[in-house]
């Protein structure tokens, strides 16, 4: 048994037709990356106060929402270490602005984390994990199934499919 199958419609043009997704499923995706984008911002700029508190609790119901989705090829750790990251120093210390951070050393290493190592991870992806590197993580991938029933399903997927040409070095 299905659950919630008008939830499932209304993600789509005209389920099951046409798989295309809906204004609603489009919103909802724009709406995520501006959340993505916008409260960590927040974070950075502000010092402490409600918008803070806001910001930090509007991120961890983002990270659990990810998390409890369940994502195919989502390492589901960082979000939870996220979690504990947004707590410790937007909540805990969300009142000390960065501008009270004056040993040179602390400023290289911030520098070095956050700019050389995910450079680094980019050009030697086999020396440098890919959570520093922010590098889309694939790792699954191999491991996934594709299942179809007896009904021909996949006679029906290889007719509506448009396949690459092959290539060859002389062309």
Known sequence: MERFPWAKRRLYRGYPEDLRPSRQAAFAAHLGTAIEFSLPL???????????????????????????????????EWNLFMIFGLLFLFGHY?????????????????????????????????????????????????????????????????RGLVKPRAWSSSS
């Not at 508190?53 to 989705?69: E, K, L, N, P, R």
């Not at 520098?111 to 050009?123: D, E, F, K, T, Y």
């Open 94 to 158: 969300g009142d000390v602005p960065f501008s009270t951070l004056e040993d040179p050393a602390a400023h290289r290493h911030r520098h070095r984390r956050s700019v050389i190592v995910p450079i680094a991870g980019n050009l030697r992806p086999a020396k440098v994990s890919f959570l520093p590197s922010m590098r889309y993580y694939a790792g699954n991938w191999a491991t996934s199934q594709w299942l179809f029933d007896k009904d021909g399903a996949e006679e029906k997927l290889d």
């Open 42 to 76: 927040v974070l950075l700029f502000s010092r402490g106060g409600t918008l803070c508190t806001i910001a930090v609790v509007g991120m961890i119901i983002f990270h659990v929402h990810i998390t409890s989705t369940f994502p195919l090829a989502v390492p589901l």
